[in-house]
Nanobody, 120 residues
Framework: QVQLVESGGGLVQAGGSLRLSCVAS????????MGWYRQAPGKQRELVATITSGMTTNYANSVKGRFTISRDNAKRTVNLQMNSLKPEDTAVYYC??????????????WGQGTQVTVSS
C-alpha cells in the first residue's frame, strides 16, 4: 500500500519560512518525479515545484527564487523549503510522486495535504 505523508505545514507571518516534507512508503519499485502542488480556496490546484529522479528541478514563476525543492532518494523523501513567504502562498499543499510498483505502470500518487497559512 503506497502512502505519501506530508508534514511541516502551519501558520507563519509574511516574510517567514516553512519547510515541508513528504515521505513515500509502501511496495515501491522506483520513484520518478516528485513534487509539490497547492490549492487555495476557490482556485484550481497548481504546480509549485517538481524534481525528477535525475535531480532536475522546475518551479512555478510565482515561487522561483523563494522556494527550493529537494529530495533524498534513500529516505524516499521530497522537501520544500519556503522562504520569504507571502499571504498569496496560503493554500493546502499536496505532495505528489510518480512511481511504479513492480509489474505496474507509472502512476501518480497524492498525499492528503498540509495547510500553509501566511498572515499579513
Amino acid at each position: 500500500q503506497v502512502q505519501l505523508v506530508e508534514s511541516g505545514g502551519g501558520l507563519v507571518q509574511a516574510g517567514g519560512s516553512l519547510r515541508l516534507s513528504c515521505v513515500a512508503s509502501g511496495n515501491i519499485f522506483r520513484i520518478n518525479a516528485m513534487g509539490w502542488y497547492r490549492q487555495a480556496p476557490g482556485k484550481q490546484r497548481e504546480l509549485v515545484a517538481t524534481i525528477t529522479s535525475g535531480m532536475t528541478t522546475n518551479y512555478a514563476n510565482s515561487v522561483k527564487g523563494r522556494f527550493t525543492i529537494s529530495r533524498d532518494n534513500a529516505k524516499r523523501t521530497v522537501n520544500l523549503q519556503m522562504n520569504s513567504l507571502k499571504p498569496e502562498d496560503t493554500a493546502v499543499y499536496y505532495c505528489n510522486a510518480e512511481l511504479t510498483i513492480t509489474g505496474h505502470p507509472w502512476y501518480a500518487y497524492w498525499g492528503q495535504g498540509t495547510q500553509v497559512t501566511v498572515s499579513s
